[in-house]
């Protein structure tokens, strides 16, 4: 598995098996948030400054922040859309942060060693992927991140009067 920086906490076994389903001891919280970047459409991982970057089309939407340059915290910094960055910090200073370097052009920083509400987080994540995506990659909002956070629904099975789908959404 890789490894982001050199503080942090440490992963017990982490198997990672596809993006729909993850089996763990316990996941640390950058590989956690490595399968939500991860199962957006093209994103990629790639090392920057001695942290994970995430990107679509060549262009960052996500960096990890595992104690970088000793900011005593484990967190990501996100692409975010005007406001967002002023709104989260201002209703919760102790999760949210004006990131450096990046702060200045709306991202926001998304502490990973406090509690975190993972459903929030993928939402912050995918608002920075479709913000930086190419177009084609459009879905509705919100289904990137159910996909990506919660186990799918059991799909039932169509009765044999041929119901299927169109039945359903009478």
Known sequence: MVRVGDGGYQPDHVHVLDCGEVRVARLDPIDRLRKICLCLPEATEKEAWGEATFRVGGKMFAMTDNNHHDSGRVAVWCKAP??????????????????PYLGHKG?????????????????????????TAPKRFAAPRGAIAKSTTRPAAPKSQSSSTGGGAA????
């Open 167 to 170: 039945a359903s959404r009478r």
């Open 107 to 131: 991202w926001v920083g998304v502490r990973l060693d406090v509690k975190v509400d993972w459903d929030e987080l993928a939402s912050i994540v995918e608002d920075g992927y479709r913000m």
């Open 82 to 99: 005007a406001m967002v960055q002023e709104i989260l910090v201002d209703s919760d200073p102790a999760r949210f942060f004006v990131p």
